[in-house]
C-alpha cells in the first residue's frame, strides 16, 4: 500500500535523528538491541533494530516503552 503524501525529508531527517539518539543512550547504558527490545514491552528485535535507524515511524507508546527500558527521559530522546 502507498502513501497518498509522500513523507517531507525534513520529517525523514528528524526521525533518522531521534534513532541516532535512541542508539547513543543504548550504547552509553552497554544494552544490546535485543535487551532494549524485550524491556520494551517484548518489542520485536526487527521493529526495534527499524527504530533505531529511522526507518520506522514509532508510536508515542513505544518511545516511552524504549526511554524506560534504557533509563532515560523520553525528552532526551525526542529534542530537537
Known amino acids: 500500500m502507498s502513501r497518498a503524501n509522500p513523507i517531507p525529508h525534513s520529517v525523514v531527517v528528524r526521525r533518522r535523528r531521534v534513532g541516532a539518539r535512541i ?9 544490546s538491541q535485543q535487551t532494549v527490545a524485550e524491556l520494551a514491552g517484548g518489542m520485536d528485535r526487527a521493529t526495534y533494530v527499524r527504530i533505531e535507524q529511522g526507518q520506522s515511524s ?15 527521559p523520553l525528552a532526551e530522546l525526542v529534542r530537537e
Open 23 to 31: 542508539r547513543a543512550a543504548r550504547e552509553a547504558k552497554e544494552l
Open 58 to 72: 514509532p508510536l508515542l507508546d513505544s518511545l516511552i516503552l524504549i526511554s524506560d527500558a534504557i533509563g532515560v
